[in-house]
């Protein structure tokens, strides 16, 4: 009888942008002032199964720029990759989708989000890089302590 392979997977099955939104309510007089505007940027990853062994890994980028209270430009991105991840212990399954698997996706969000800004009239936004493990430690320690601030419940 042959044995199962056991051997851990993690393979990149496919990267793709999963949406984009690019918005300048305010355009094109927001296209003649001068100054420069405020930039807010948000990010975010979600990881989700698709199948047996597949999941799916958005990383998220919202960057706002504004003028005042104008808003001069807002775009959202989504990037997501679909892995393979098979015989990995549980306990490693949140930190290869929470820091692996983003560095693989977000390279792709960063060109995509300076692309679309461009594309829209404005210099490009380069989106800085990021620690993901550093990200994730800190998700991490919040949700702990966010559990221990929960009452307990004893029955």
């Known amino acids: 009888m042959a044995e199962a392979n056991l051997d851990p997977v993690f393979q990149i099955q496919r990267v793709y942008l999963k949406d984009l939104s690019l918005e300048q309510p305010n ?7 001068q100054e420069q505007p405020a930039v807010d ?3 975010g990853v979600e990881a989700a199964p698709v199948a047996d062994g597949l999941f799916e890994v958005t990383v998220t980028a919202t960057v706002h720029a504004k003028i005042g209270e104008k808003t001069v430009f807002m775009v959202e ?6 892995f393979e991840i098979r015989n990995l212990p549980s306990e490693q399954m949140g930190a290869v989708m929470g820091i692996a698997c ?3 996706v977000y390279p792709y969000l960063r060109g995509n989000v300076a692309d679309i800004v461009q594309r829209g009239g404005f210099p490009p936004v380069h989106l800085a890089e990021i620690n993901f493990q550093a990200m994730y430690d800190q998700q991490q320690a919040e949700a702990a302590a966010a ?3 929960a009452p ?4």
């Open 27 to 33: 355009s094109p007089e927001i296209l003649l002032n």
């Open 41 to 43: 940027i948000q990010l």
């Open 77 to 82: 991105a989504k990037q997501a990759g679909i």
């Open 102 to 104: 983003p560095q693989i």
């Open 147 to 149: 559990s221990d601030a």
């Open 152 to 155: 307990q419940i004893l029955v």
